[in-house]
């Protein structure tokens, strides 16, 4: 067995491993978790003053970043924010190890000072997007407000590959809501648009797209594509402007028009629509979440698209998909091109929502959403009260696994959830119990934070792995250590690296030892973990049978000694080979440069000894290379050059 596979838990609820609430004496809501290592970002808004929030909060309403370790306690917590209303809806690790949120600001003083904020009529919440920039700590580093006159706000943000070296640590993409045509947004196509903004590294607009129809669009989520281009999701109500194939089945005489899922491709320059998607029937349908796939296993998430929602329709796009209820949780896998590979609905007779998706480590899927059903798909799963969190588990191909249930008496609504490094999961939602799962209550409505993990069993692979580590060593290397116990028709281990927990680059592979009852124990030196410049360093291992049949083992990390006091700088930057190096703020002395491709292979080593040097890699493939100085005292700055 590989660590990190599970059972079939069919119907049958165990409780989580942990349950934090967080909150003060009014609301507070969460909008994002992400893993950093082994701890734990939940970010969101919070209309609190007191506990969790005491002397902290700016205004009327606040964002807010909290930082946990791996058991939910809490380590540092910051807010951000001005005399009025601010509200987070997203939150991303960027790749120099802090953290961006978006939402929308309607304050111009506090940190929300100088932002471009539009104002607008003292008494109306008119806000625009407002975007925050922050160190590792939670420090501000830059913030902007964008928008018209009218109200805009941001749902999601990526940090994005714009010189396409394959690494997204350049600028940023935000998808959201606006009703202006003014200022910052260039058109506006009926009511409600769907608003895409690029930024550059430092928040700067770089350009921005409307998208939609005479009426309602609402734009939830957006990933950037193998191509560069930009994949966006949310619900459409137009049959016209850029809306094709939008369902119109009767308007309800009080709601009014129903709405699709809407997926939109774009060009890596937003100028383009190069192929779209209107998904839905007579009723109401919505993608709320969409991930790249890794179908064929090699840590690479370019191969195909999975996005989750809600439907409640029972023709056009779903009539080969029935449903159970008013809502079930919907599930559409496409390929690259936007075909319809499968899709699948899962609920009962209730609303059953799903928020958040994630691919799991067994190449599987995890989604995390709310139900108020308890017939159906959930037979047997007991209802914890009114709304419960939902957590379902899919394989690749969409069948059902398991399905989790938790919460208490009242209303509680999980939104987001992420897989931990040891494959358990760390979901957070919005409670409003006292009983059950959930701890205890602050206010009206707390941030819940809570980690499950699936029981183990027999894995589909005779292989049983009882052991993973990896040690970070002096000089950039890194030590991974696995020991199994028995191995039956093993073929080999791909060894798989990630600097971001997402996207994974197989650097090596050690043969298997076939068919053994011996306990084995193998050793992978990966060389290149400084080139890298990473603040953590993700491994795993895909163990291959004979037969190609593979899975993959949990996740473990390290973090590289990096000193980020010393200044380089390098131009001209790319190059045809020939650069300039300028070493500032670094030791006295020699200073070693060592060169590495995109694999950590060292192509050229030298001692740089002036404040001014001169490395030459003419005649060198063009590509990406990595600079690593070091000194006698250990590695100072690593820096990614082009050769063009």
């Not at 987070?88 to 929300?112: H, K, R, W």
């Not at 580093?141 to 350049?170: L, M, N, P």
């Not at 950039?476 to 997402?502: A, M, P, Y």
Request: proline residues 3%; aromatic residues 10%; hydrophobic residues 35%.
């Amino acid at each position: 067995m590989l660590l990190g596979t599970v059972m079939n838990l069919h119907a049958q609820n165990t409780p989580p491993a942990w349950s934090k609430n967080f909150g003060g004496d009014y609301w507070d809501r969460p909008h994002a978790v992400k893993m950093v290592g082994n701890d734990v970002i939940v970010a969101g808004s919070t209309g609190s003053g007191t506990n969790d929030f005491e002397d902290i909060t700016k205004g009327q309403a606040d964002m807010f970043l909290i930082k946990t370790d791996i058991n939910g306690n809490i380590l540092w917590k910051k807010t951000y924010g001005g005399s009025r209303s601010e509200f987070c809806n997203y939150a991303e690790v960027t790749a120099d190890g802090g953290f961006i949120l978006v939402g929308s600001v309607d304050s111009e003083d506090g940190d929300a000072i100088n932002s471009g904020f539009h104002p607008h009529v003292e008494d109306d919440y008119i806000p625009d997007i407002w975007v925050v920039k922050v160190n590792s700590v939670g420090d501000i580093q830059w913030q902007r407000a964008f928008g018209g006159s009218k109200s805009e706000e941001a749902w999601h943000v990526i940090q994005t590959d714009d010189d396409g070296d394959g690494q997204k640590d350049d600028g940023y993409a935000l998808v959201g809501k606006t009703r202006s045509d003014d200022f910052d947004v260039a058109h506006n196509h009926g009511m409600q648009d769907i608003w895409v903004i690029k930024l550059s590294a430092t928040g700067d607009l770089q350009w921005e797209k409307t998208l939609g129809g005479s009426e309602n669009e609402w734009g939830y989520r957006l990933q950037q594509t193998p191509d560069g281009g930009y994949l966006v999701i949310g619900e459409t109500y137009s049959g016209d402007g850029e809306v094709i194939g939008y369902h119109d089945g009767a308007a309800d005489p009080i709601l009014g028009r129903y709405s699709d899922a809407w997926i939109v491709k774009l060009n890596a320059s937003g100028t383009q629509i190069e192929w779209q998607k209107s998904y839905g029937g007579d009723f109401s349908d919505v993608a709320f979440d969409i991930l790249l796939t890794d179908d064929d296993g090699d840590g690479q998430k370019d191969d195909g698209i999975i996005v989750t929602g809600a439907s409640e329709s029972e023709d056009g796009d779903l009539l080969s998909v029935p449903g159970q209820g008013s809502y079930d949780v919907l599930l559409i896998k496409f390929n690259l091109s936007g075909d319809i590979q499968w899709h699948k609905r899962i609920g009962g007779t209730g609303f059953d929502r799903g928020y958040s998706i994630v691919q799991t480590l067994d190449g599987g899927f995890a989604v995390l959403g709310s139900t108020t059903s308890t017939d159906g798909d959930l037979a047997g799963t007991p209802s914890q009260g009114d709304y419960d969190f939902i957590l379902l588990k899919i394989t690749a191909d969409g069948t059902k696994e398991y399905i989790q249930t938790f919460g208490g008496t009242n209303h509680d609504e999980g939104m987001l959830l992420v897989q931990a490094p040891s494959g358990c999961y760390i979901m957070t939602g919005s409670t409003e119990s006292t009983d059950g799962n959930v701890p205890g209550s602050y206010g009206d409505m707390d941030i819940w934070v809570l980690s499950w993990c699936a029981p183990t069993s027999t894995s589909t692979l005779p292989v049983t792995l009882t052991d993973f580590k990896a040690q970070y060593e002096a000089n950039g290397k890194t030590i991974l250590r696995w020991t199994t116990e028995t191995e039956q028709n093993n073929d080999r281990f791909e060894i798989q690296r990630s600097v971001d927990g997402q996207n994974y680059n197989t650097i090596g592979t050690v043969a298997g030892s076939g068919t053994t009852s011996n306990t084995l124990t193998y050793v992978y030196i990966d060389q290149g973990v400084d080139a890298l410049g990473a603040e953590v360093v993700y491994y795993r291992l895909r163990q291959v049978d004979i037969d190609e049949r593979s899975e993959l083992s949990q996740v473990v990390i390290v973090r590289p000694r990096i000193n980020t006091g010393a200044k380089l700088r390098v131009w001209p930057n790319p190059s045809d080979g020939r650069f300039h190096v300028q070493l500032n703020n670094t030791p006295a002395g020699p200073v070693k440069a060592t060169l590495f491709n995109t694999n950590g292979k060292v192509v050229m080593s030298t001692t740089l000894r002036n404040t001014t040097n001169e490395i030459n890699l003419s005649g060198k493939s063009a590509g990406t290379y990595f600079i690593r100085l070091e000194d006698n005292h250990g590695l100072i700055h690593v820096q990614p050059v082009i050769v063009k």
